[in-house]
C-alpha cells in the first residue's frame, strides 16, 4: 500500500546551481512534495542579502504551488558568511553587475526547468534592489511573468557617487520578454511616484504588458513585516495581487 | 532604498567582532537598510578584513543624529589627546 504525498508538504533545502560564467553557487530551493504540472518562480534578494526574509518568501511560493529557487548573488565574495557579513563584503568589492545577475538568473530558471514538473514556465520577482534586477533580469531573459517590488534606478538619474553598474536600465524597456506586475508605496523617494509614472508611461507607449499598484501610506520595504516600514495592508493586498499574477502567467 | 552609495577608506587598527579580535584594514560607511535596528534605514558602518573573510567584521547601525554625533566625539577624543600620541608614528 502506498501513501500519497500530503498535498501541502514542501522540500527546503540548500541546493548547488551553476550561476553565470559556469560558477557554481549556492541557491534555496523550495517546492511542493506532490507530483503534477507547476510553474517556477525565481527569487532575487535583496541587498540586504540573502536572508532568513528571502527565504520565507521563497518557501511562501512553494506552500502556493510553485517550485521557487533564490540564488546566493554574494556566494562568490562569501561563501557559507552570515547574509549581513556576505552583503557587507560584496559592497565592499563593489557590489553585484548586473550581467553577473542576469547569469545567475539564467542559471536559476534552468535549474528549475530541470525539476520534475516543471512546466517551463518562468517567473521572476525581487524586493528593492531585487526589483530593479527582476527588471533587468525580464529584459535580457525569456521569462513569462516578472514582479517589481519597489526597484529603484530603474528610471531615475541615480544619486551623485552612484557605482557606474548601477546605472538606469529605462533603456532595455523594449526588450522586456512577459508582463510585469509593478507595487510601489506612494510614500517611497526611491523609487518616487515621479519615476513609477515615467515606467509606467514607457511601458504603456511600447505596448509591453504591465500592471502597476501604489499604495497610499506605505513607503519602501513595506513587505517586511518584521520592519518599521511594513504596512499590513499593502502587504496583504500586495501578495494577493503577486499570487494571482503568477497563477495567471505560470500556470500549466 | 538600497542605496548602494559607499564611502570605503583604507584604515590601521583592530576591532572585536563575532570571532574575537582581529586586524582591520578598511571600513566602509554608508547608508542603507538596517538588519538589526529598529529603522527602515540607518547609517552603517563596517570595519572589515577581507583577508580573514566576511566574519571578519565589527558592524554598526546608528540613526544620522546617532553617526554624526559619534564622528564628532571621535573629533573631539583627538583634539583633547596629545597631538600624535594615537598616530601610525607615536
Sequence with gaps: MTTAVPSDALRAETVTITGHGGDEIEAYLARPLAPGSRGSVVVIHHMPGYDRETKEFVRRFAAAGYAALCPNLYHREAPGADPDDAAAAARAAGGVPDERLVGDVDGAASYLNGLDGANGRIGVIGHCSGGRHTFLAACSLEVHAAVDCYGAFIVEDPPEGLPKVMQPILHLAPQLSCPLLGLFGADDRYPAPEAVKLLDEELTRLGKPHEFHSYEGAGHSFFSPDRPAYRPEAAVDGWVKILAFFGEHLAG | ?90
Aim: glycine share 8%; net charge negative.
Design chain 2, 1 to 90: 532604498m538600497c542605496t548602494y552609495l559607499t564611502e570605503k577608506i583604507a584604515v590601521e587598527g583592530s576591532g572585536k567582532g563575532a570571532t574575537g579580535w582581529f586586524s582591520g584594514t578598511e571600513a566602509i560607511v554608508y547608508v542603507d537598510h538596517a538588519v538589526h535596528a529598529p529603522f527602515t534605514h540607518t547609517v552603517n558602518i563596517d570595519l572589515l578584513n577581507p583577508s580573514l573573510g566576511p566574519a571578519a567584521r565589527v558592524a554598526l547601525e546608528l540613526t544620522e543624529e546617532s553617526a554624526l554625533a559619534l564622528a564628532d566625539a571621535i573629533r573631539a577624543a583627538v583634539a583633547s589627546a596629545p597631538a600624535g600620541i594615537a598616530s601610525r608614528d607615536q
